[in-house]
Structure formats: structure tokens, C-alpha cells
């Protein structure tokens, strides 16, 4: 396979230029979820400049191509296109400077915050490589570009419209995210890699009053603060010390002014897991300690929980995880790690489930290895490196760009042999 592997990645030199300048231009122009039509359109022409059969449009704005080439196992490899709202303070010569104007008419920043251009360019670099060397390999290839993955929706919408049927059953589908760490790094793991992840919007009620006559009311302020920290001791008392899992309430919401009790109060927090047993002890622990606080206050009605977004569990399966792992071993020598568990969250795993395919996802580094080196020794990795979703996160060109295309090409031809 290395022989291979070499051959096919022979054509990086030629392409590399083109690869950052498709970057750059990606990083320029992010879109939201749903709305990646230019991005899209991108990805279909390059596909389709290297004689791939496109289909356009899956779930939105999700981009299919194959290419067929001989007898073979079918290798899936996917990349998500969409970014987030948030204004990038980046300083780079092709920072995006985009924004949208949301429902509300509001005009909101668009940035490629999470590395998503990353995984689009490096995708595109791998399938025109494949499509460049088609005497290295035997079998079918086939590169999948998913919409609003931040929204955690997008895979499904594919799979919803028909992918299964659109595409040919894949032996195994490949997935890859570029992370806070150093460039040239790649990191795979079998088993539990990202967790599951729940945003719930919970609303209690009380009966408002004037603040100077409170035995008129339920305070719903009280019960939000009661349950908050109550909300506290769910992870730290209910689950195992071996047991990962983060509750973390992000937002906090009552009334209107300082002298009046408002009638409710609403909370919104978000739950990370990584197992289906933690995922509903801990969801059922939040229902619980919610009830009965407003039970014990006397809250006039029940609480409403509403889940308003969820992503499943990442675990890789264990074979296609190894045989991955091997490949980079040989290619990439001591760059290639096992990584940590990560508390990041995707939908892509609802592509393989679909289909009754095992998968495997792994992760490569982004950050200047010098950068990295730095803060290491200095102890201050959390403080000196942008994370994901951050307005300063901005992966180096190289090694990322050629790691993620060597990854990538080198995971797929694990599977299609000569």
C-alpha cells in the first residue's frame, strides 16, 4: 500500500498551489448551514473536471461523486462545508469579511471558524488525485460533501433525501476534522472518539408579582437557581469518576427589571456524553432535578423541556479504525498518534448508519508546530491556542492542507488495492 500510496500522492506537487488558493478563496466566502450553494458549486466542478459522475442538491446543497474504477470495495470519503456566525478577528490577508442577514432581518458575521474549508479543500485534493492516478488503484471512490453539520442536521437531510440510493453502498465511509494541534499531526482512534451532545431549552413557571410583595409569588428566579445548581451534581455525584461527561448551562433568562418577579424563567444548557447509558442517565438526571424543584416551589405549572438540537455519538468501529491507523503508521511514521477523547460532537456518523457500513473519523492538527511547541512548554496551550469556533482560529496552509489530502488518499487506498 505504501508503494501506492506514494504514487498516487505523487501528483501533490502539481496541485498544491491551486489547493491553497481554493482555501483562501473558501476561508473568503463562508456560508451558514443549508446555504453553501457557491461552496457547493466548487466542490461539483471539481469533481467534474476529474470525470467524476456528480449529483448536486442531496439534502439542499449536498454535493455526491463518484468514480468508478474497476471491480473493488467502494470507499466513502465525507467533508461538511458549512461555517458559523461569528465575526473572525484573525488579522489573515483572506479573512471573510461576509455577513448575512438572519429571519429576524439582523445582519449577522459568517466565518469559517471550525476548519470546514479545510476539510473541503483537502477532500477536493484527494479526489483529484485519486481520478489523476487510476492505474495506482482498483475499486470505486466516492467523495461526499454534507451541508450544516453545525446545525447537526445535515447528514441527516442527505440521508433523508435519498442518499443511499443515490450513491453506491459504500465498504467504508471516512471522515476526518482538523483540531487544535500541530500541524502535521494525525490522530486516529478506535471506539468513542467524540461525544453525543444535547442542547435542551427548559422553562419554569412561577406567578409574578411587584418585588416588594414576594409572598404573592412564585419565583421562578429562585427555582432557575436552584436548579442551576443543583444541575451542578449530576456529573460530579450521579456518574462514575471513570464516566466522561460535561453539563454545562450556557444561558440564564428572567424577567425585566429589578422590582418585579417575573412569571418564568428560562434556562439553556448543553450535555456531552459518550455512550448511550451516561446519555440518558444524565438527560433523565436533568428531568428529575427540574420537576421536582418547581414541584418543591409550588410552580403553578410543569416545567417544559425542549430538546432543541442533538448530534449522536462518534464511535469509530474497531477494524476499519485499525486498518486506517496502520496506513498512517507507515506513511506519516511518529506523526501518526493515538488521539484523546474529544468533547466536540458531529452528525457524519448518521451517513454510515444509514447505509449498515462501519466507519472510522480521526483528526489532524492545524496549529503552527512552533506555536504549539511554545505554549506546550510554557503550560499555556489552553490560553496560546485558538480552539475550534473561536473568531481567532485559523489553520496554517502547510503541513495542514498536505497532511489532510495525504490522510485522506492514504485512509482510502487502505481499501482499494492495485
Given at each position: 500500500m ?8 505523487s501528483?501533490l ?16 466566502h463562508?456560508?451558514l448551514?443549508f ?9 461539483a466542478?471539481a469533481l ?5 459522475d ?13 468514480l468508478?474504477?474497476?471491480d473493488?470495495?467502494?470507499v466513502?470519503?465525507?467533508a461538511?462545508?458549512d ?18 442577514t438572519d ?12 476548519g470546514h474549508?479545510v476539510?473541503?479543500?483537502c ?11 487510476k492505474?495506482a ?5 466516492v467523495?461526499?460533501f454534507?451541508?450544516s453539520e ?14 443511499t440510493?443515490?450513491?453506491p453502498?459504500p465498504?467504508?465511509?471516512?471522515a476526518?476534522h482538523?483540531?487544535p494541534?500541530?500541524?502535521?499531526y494525525v490522530?486516529t482512534?478506535p ?9 435542551l ?7 409574578g ?10 419565583d421562578p428566579v ?9 444541575l451542578?451534581t ?5 456518574l462514575?469518576?471513570?464516566?466522561p ?6 444561558s440564564v ?8 418577579i417575573p412569571?418564568k424563567a428560562?434556562i ?5 456524553t ?8 444524565v438527560?433523565?438526571?436533568?428531568e ?12 403553578p ?7 432543541t438540537?442533538?448530534f449522536p455519538?462518534?464511535?469509530n468501529?474497531?477494524?476499519p479504525?485499525?486498518?486506517?491507523a ?9 506523526d501518526?498518534?493515538?488521539?484523546d477523547?474529544?468533547?466536540a460532537?458531529?452528525d457524519?456518523?448518521?451517513?454510515p448508519?444509514?447505509f449498515?457500513?462501519?466507519f ?6 492545524g496549529i503552527?508546530p512552533d ?8 503550560g499555556?496551550?489552553a490560553?496560546?491556542v ?8 485559523a489553520?496554517?496552509?502547510q503541513?495542514?492542507?498536505?497532511t489532510?489530502?495525504s490522510?485522506?488518499t ?7 488495492g492495485?
Amino acid at each position: 500500500m505504501t508503494d501506492r500510496a506514494t504514487t498516487v500522492l505523487s501528483g501533490l506537487d502539481a496541485i498544491r498551489s491551486g489547493l491553497e488558493d481554493l482555501y483562501k478563496d473558501l476561508h473568503s466566502h463562508p456560508e451558514l448551514g443549508f446555504g453553501e450553494h457557491r461552496t457547493a458549486k466548487k466542490a461539483a466542478d471539481a469533481l467534474r473536471a476529474c470525470g467524476y459522475d456528480v449529483t448536486e442538491g442531496i439534502g439542499g446543497t449536498g454535493v455526491l461523486g463518484v468514480l468508478a474504477n474497476g471491480d473493488g470495495p467502494v470507499v466513502m470519503a465525507r467533508a461538511d462545508m458549512d461555517a458559523l456566525p461569528v465575526r473572525e478577528q484573525t488579522g489573515l490577508p483572506y479573512a471573510s469579511e461576509v455577513t448575512v442577514t438572519d429571519r429576524d432581518g439582523a445582519e449577522q458575521p459568517v466565518m469559517h471558524a471550525c476548519g470546514h474549508d479545510v476539510h473541503v479543500t483537502c477532500l477536493t485534493g484527494c479526489a483529484r488525485l485519486m481520478a489523476e492516478a487510476k492505474d495506482a488503484w482498483r475499486g470505486t471512490f466516492v467523495a461526499l460533501f454534507q451541508p450544516s453539520e453545525e446545525n447537526g442536521d445535515g447528514a441527516e437531510a442527505m440521508v433523508d433525501d435519498g442518499l443511499t440510493s443515490r450513491s453506491p453502498t459504500p465498504d467504508v465511509v471516512l471522515a476526518q476534522h482538523v483540531l487544535p494541534l500541530p500541524a502535521g499531526y494525525v490522530g486516529t482512534r478506535p471506539g468513542s472518539f467524540l461525544s453525543a451532545a444535547d442542547s435542551l431549552r427548559i422553562t419554569v413557571h412561577g406567578r409574578g408579582a411587584h418585588g416588594s410583595m414576594p409572598q404573592a409569588a412564585v419565583d421562578p428566579v429562585v427555582m432557575a437557581a436552584m436548579i442551576v445548581v443543583r444541575l451542578q451534581t449530576v456529573v460530579s455525584r450521579e456518574l462514575a469518576a471513570t464516566t466522561p461527561a460535561v453539563l454545562t448551562v450556557g444561558s440564564v433568562h428572567a424577567g425585566s427589571g429589578p422590582n418585579v418577579i417575573p412569571d418564568k424563567a428560562v434556562i439553556q444548557l448543553n450535555v456531552r456524553t459518550y455512550d448511550d447509558a451516561s446519555r440518558s442517565q444524565v438527560l433523565d438526571a436533568i428531568e428529575r432535578i427540574v420537576t421536582a424543584e418547581c414541584e418543591a416551589s409550588r410552580a403553578p405549572k410543569a416545567p417544559e423541556i425542549q430538546r432543541t438540537s442533538s448530534f449522536p455519538p462518534t464511535v469509530n468501529d474497531e477494524a476499519p479504525t485499525r486498518r486506517v491507523a496502520d496506513a498512517f503508521a507507515a506513511h506519516f511514521g511518529d506523526d501518526a498518534h493515538t488521539i484523546d477523547l474529544q468533547t466536540a460532537s458531529e452528525d457524519m456518523s448518521e451517513i454510515p448508519k444509514a447505509f449498515g457500513v462501519p466507519f472510522t473519523y480521526w483528526g489532524i492538527g492545524g496549529i503552527d508546530p512552533d506555536r504549539y511547541a511554545e505554549a506546550a512548554r510554557n503550560g499555556t496551550v489552553a490560553q496560546d491556542v485558538p480552539v475550534n469556533h473561536s473568531p481567532t482560529f485559523a489553520p496554517v496552509l502547510q503541513p495542514t492542507l498536505d497532511t489532510g489530502v495525504s490522510a485522506m488518499t492514504v485512509a482510502a487506498l487502505a481499501w482499494l488495492g492495485a
